[in-house]
Antibody, heavy 119, light 106 residues
Framework: QVPLQESGPGLVKPSETLSLTCTVSGGSSSGYYWSWIRQSPGRGLEWIGYMYYSGSTNYNPSFQSRVTISVDTSKNQFSLKLGSVTAADTAVYYC?????????????WGQGTLVTVSS | DIQMTQSPSSLSASVGDRVTVTCRAS??????LNWYQQRPGKAPKLLIYTASILQSGVPSRFSGSGSGTDFTLTISSLQPEDFATYYC?????????FGGGTTVDI
């Protein structure tokens, strides 16, 4: 088992930065991509981006200008920062793992955390 | 971006029924197609990867097929715990994208 657990504020004000952390327990972070995915009724499931444990990243162009994914290997955590949020960023945010080979699926997901953007 | 289109968006079925969900990619994705099951309030769960390989622990009544742009998820005999929403996802190239989902209800 590779439990993933998201944590962070459930409420963010418009124009501010959404910050979430995913803690990985029960396994090594090496050899995997660590992704953030969100889900909302209006937009469905959207892949935001991933980080390789070495620090390299790959972002969805839809979020490129305002997203940062980083990793803290000493704590087995990786983080998401999404800037300049609006109500459209209200969603359940998931962290997920996929093996660092071409075409790999998301084999482990966190339980998800709801983030609401509202003043 | 590669668009993933699922059909139908919802279907009603009974326990024991054979159910088929289709997924079409807007461009060639080889066999880099994955299927997930999501129950209400839960995270998606991987069922099938690379179009036809059953994830460990997933019942054999689930199967997947297809290649190129057209794919199918089949549940051979629907069980009560299978009433859920099913998503396809392409892992051929980034940005990784998902279908809109197919809800299977009673």
């Amino acid at each position: 088992q590779v439990p993933l657990q998201e944590s962070g504020p459930g409420l963010v004000k418009p124009s501010e930065t959404l910050s979430l952390t995913c803690t990985v327990s029960g396994g090594s972070s090496s050899g995997y991509y660590w992704s953030w995915i969100r889900q909302s009724p209006g937009r469905g499931l959207e892949w935001i981006g991933y980080m390789y444990y070495s620090g390299s990243t790959n972002y969805n162009p839809s979020f490129q200008s305002r997203v940062t994914i980083s990793v803290d290997t000493s704590k087995n955590q990786f983080s998401l920062k999404l800037g300049s949020v609006t109500a459209a960023d209200t969603a359940v945010y998931y962290c997920a793992r996929h093996v660092a080979v071409a075409g790999s699926p998301f084999d482990y997901w966190g339980q998800g955390t709801l983030v609401t953007v509202s003043s | 971006d590669i668009q993933m289109t699922q059909s139908p968006s919802s279907l009603s079925a009974s326990v024991g029924d054979r159910v088929t969900v289709t997924c079409r990619a807007s461009q060639y994705i080889n066999n880099y197609l994955n299927w997930y099951q999501q129950r209400p309030g839960k995270a998606p769960k991987l069922l099938i990867y690379t179009a036809s390989i059953l994830q460990s622990g997933v019942p054999s009544r689930f199967s997947g097929s297809g290649s190129g742009t057209d794919f199918t998820l089949t549940i051979s005999s629907l069980q009560p715990e299978d009433f859920a929403t099913y998503y396809c996802q392409q892992s051929y190239k980034t940005p990784l994208t998902f279908g809109g989902g197919t809800t299977v209800d009673i």
